[in-house]
């Protein structure tokens, strides 16, 4: 699936986004995936509660299935208006 | 109703005109507009603004058909830029139209909290000390419990 970075979570990790083949079942299983590759997806995922998700570009929440998602993406709390 | 995310400015007395016109059966026009405000201790140079492209989009579109849906309206727009700004600059606009004017100024006040916290955009401040995202505010996201 792909998974895309948003704002600072993008900046330490350093691509906005990437193909990642993944047996998660769900968004917080994936995530514990990706905080064991490196050091800067540790450093990205060291905090979810100050981290939002959304899959199949909907807000959604980490205990969310990824059954059939072809796209997730994290980043920090919106700032838009 | 007409959603538009662009990086381009927009003519805000031309977006508020068009709105406006041609209508007989809505009382009530409310326009709200967004500007780039500098107000740190270092001089603001720029906001830089980031978002999810396809994601906005929908979002914004969730947030106008969710206030249509709550209020009695005749039309709503929503235009939200982004890339490089400067201060001064207009960052965004909301527009709503209701036969009585209750429900335009709720609605967009409803439009205006939504679009804070849950449509995918990310502001960069530039200041000639450095750069920094800006924090979401919990006030932001408090304001919600009031829908």
Do not use: C
């Not at chain 1, 330490?12 to 990437?18: M, S």
């Not at chain 1, 540790?42 to 205990?63: G, H, M, P, W």
């Not at chain 2, 031309?14 to 209508?23: C, I, K, P, S, V």
């Amino acid at each position: 699936m792909d998974v895309l970075y948003f704002a600072w979570v993008r900046e330490r990790i350093g691509l906005p986004r990437e193909t990642v083949e993944t047996d998660a079942n769900t968004v917080a299983g994936l995530v514990e995936q990706l905080r064991a590759r490196e050091d800067r997806y540790a450093a990205a995922f060291s905090d979810v509660s100050a981290l939002r998700v959304a899959v199949d570009q909907e807000l959604s929440d980490f205990d969310a299935s990824l059954d059939g998602v072809r796209e997730v993406a994290f980043f920090p709390p919106m700032t838009g208006g | 109703m007409r959603i538009v995310v662009s990086e381009a400015a927009f003519d805000f007395g031309a977006e508020a005109a068009d709105f406006a016109t041609g209508r007989t059966d809505m009382g009530a026009i409310v326009t709200f507009t967004g500007v780039v405000r500098d107000t740190g201790t270092d001089a603001l140079e720029a906001m830089e603004i980031e978002h999810y492209p396809g994601m906005t989009e929908t979002a914004l579109a969730d947030i106008a058909e969710r206030a249509t849906a709550r209020w009695s309206l005749g039309d709503v727009l929503v235009i939200h830029r982004y890339g490089r700004l400067v201060p001064g600059e207009m960052i965004m606009m909301v527009a709503t139209a209701a036969r009585h004017r209750r429900d335009a100024f709720e609605a967009a006040e409803y439009l205006m909290d939504y679009l804070k916290s849950r449509a995918p955009f990310w502001k960069r401040e530039i200041t000639a000390e450095g750069s920094g995202w800006v924090v979401a505010r919990d006030e932001d996201e408090k304001a919600l419990d009031r829908w």
